[in-house]
C-alpha cells in the first residue's frame, strides 16, 4: 500500500509539473497577441501573473511588462518592471529598459533622474539613438533657454559675480550640483542647469514627443 502512493506521488509530481509550463506558455502566447493587438492591460495581466512564478527564469518578462504599464500610461507600475529589469539582466537590452525609465522621469519633471538614465543607457550602447537624441534634447533645452536671456552688461557681470562670492550655495543646490558633475558635466554646464532650474520648471517637451508613444524597443522583445 505504501508503494502505491509513493508511486502515485512521483507520477502527480511531474503531471503538476507538466500542467505549470502549459500555463506558462499558454499565459506567454495570450500576453503576445494581447500586446500585438494593443490590449496592454490584458498583456500586463499576463506577464505579471508570469514574473510571479517562483520557477520563471526569463527575465525579459520584466522588460515585457515594462513596455505594457508604459503603453498604458500606468509610468509607477512601469518604473518597477524596468527597475527589475535593470537590477537582474545585462548587455544592450538593458539600455532598453534605461532609456524607457528616463522618459519616464521626465515625464516626471525629474530630468537629474532622466539625464543619469539616458547617459547609463549610451554607456553600455553608444549606438543607442534614442537615448542619445533624449539626452542631447535635455542639455539644449537649459543651454538653450539660458542662451535666449537678455545678455547682462559688463556692469552688471561684475555685480553678479560679486554676488555669487557672497551668497554660500544651501545644501540640496550643493546635492544637485554634485549630482550634475557625474553627468560628464563641465562646472559651468552644472551651474547652468541648476540656473535654469531655478528659473523654471523642468521641460517638458521629450514627454509630450514620447508618451504615449510605441514603447522603445518593444519590438526587440524575447517573446
Not at 20 to 39: D, F, M, S
Not at 62 to 90: C, M, P, T
Not at 157 to 173: L, N, Y
Request: glycine letters at 4%; aromatic letters at 8%; proline letters at 4%.
Amino acid at each position: 500500500m505504501k508503494w502505491i502512493i509513493g508511486l502515485l506521488l512521483v507520477v502527480i509530481a511531474p503531471l503538476n509539473k507538466y500542467d505549470q509550463i502549459g500555463q506558462n506558455n499558454v499565459a506567454r502566447k495570450q500576453a503576445e497577441q494581447a500586446y500585438r493587438a494593443r490590449n496592454f492591460a490584458k498583456a500586463a495581466a499576463q506577464l505579471d501573473f508570469l514574473t510571479k512564478k517562483t520557477q520563471q527564469t526569463d527575465k525579459a518578462l520584466w522588460l515585457n511588462l515594462g513596455h505594457a504599464y508604459f503603453a498604458q500610461g500606468n509610468y509607477k507600475q512601469a518604473r518597477k518592471a524596468y527597475d527589475s529589469y535593470v537590477a537582474s539582466e545585462s548587455g544592450a537590452p538593458v539600455a532598453v529598459a534605461l532609456t524607457q525609465l528616463g522618459v519616464i522621469a521626465c515625464a516626471g519633471r525629474d530630468t537629474l533622474q532622466a539625464l543619469d538614465a539616458f547617459r547609463r543607457a549610451l554607456l553600455i550602447e553608444p549606438d543607442n539613438e534614442p537615448a542619445r537624441y533624449n539626452f542631447e534634447l535635455l542639455k539644449k533645452q537649459f543651454s538653450g533657454r539660458i542662451n535666449q536671456k537678455k545678455r547682462p552688461t559688463q556692469k552688471q557681470k561684475q555685480s553678479t559675480q560679486a554676488q555669487e562670492q557672497e551668497v554660500t550655495k544651501s545644501p540640496r543646490q550643493e546635492q544637485i550640483l554634485r549630482r550634475l558633475r557625474t553627468l560628464n558635466m563641465s562646472e559651468e554646464q552644472a551651474n547652468q542647469l541648476l540656473n535654469a532650474m531655478r528659473d523654471d520648471d523642468l521641460p517638458l517637451e521629450l514627454a509630450r514627443r514620447r508618451v504615449g508613444a510605441q514603447p522603445t524597443g518593444a519590438s526587440g522583445n524575447r517573446w
